[in-house]
């Protein structure tokens, strides 16, 4: 049975960092793209991140966290990262991991396949 399990949210004040991680079992996704989507309360998901696992492992990002947020995976441990600094009030929401396809780093959750429980972060203005 295959699991993810996000850790890492909490409540952070504006200007902070905080690092998520997720953690799949019950098969492995090293040759699969992993991402991160989230929704804020009376708001659609949105994507966030992704990060294939080809051509040295490309990085994709939502405009809205370029440049503040990171996607890394570390294979041998199954594992994504989402490191966020300069975190926004805005940046409020319930964050989820999710594995996608072997090729390309979709945006819409619909092409993701497996997707973990949520972390929620709170950022305090």
């Known amino acids: 049975q295959v699991q993810l399990v996000e850790s890492g949210g909490g409540l952070v004040q504006a200007g902070g960092s905080l690092r998520l991680s997720c953690v799949a079992s019950g098969r492995t996704f090293s040759r699969y793209t992993r991402g991160w989507f989230r929704q804020a309360p009376g708001k659609e998901r949105e994507f966030v991140a992704a990060?294939?696992?080809?051509?040295?492992?490309?990085?994709y990002y939502a405009d809205a966290v370029k440049g503040r947020f990171t996607i890394s995976r570390d294979n041998a441990k199954n594992t994504v990262y989402l490191q966020m600094d300069g975190l926004k009030a805005e940046d409020t929401a319930v964050y989820y991991c999710a594995v996608g396809p072997r090729i390309g780093a979709p945006r819409r959750g619909s092409e993701y396949d497996y997707w973990g429980q949520g972390t929620q972060v709170t950022v305090s203005s």
């Open positions: 990060i294939t696992w080809s051509g040295g492992s490309s990085t």
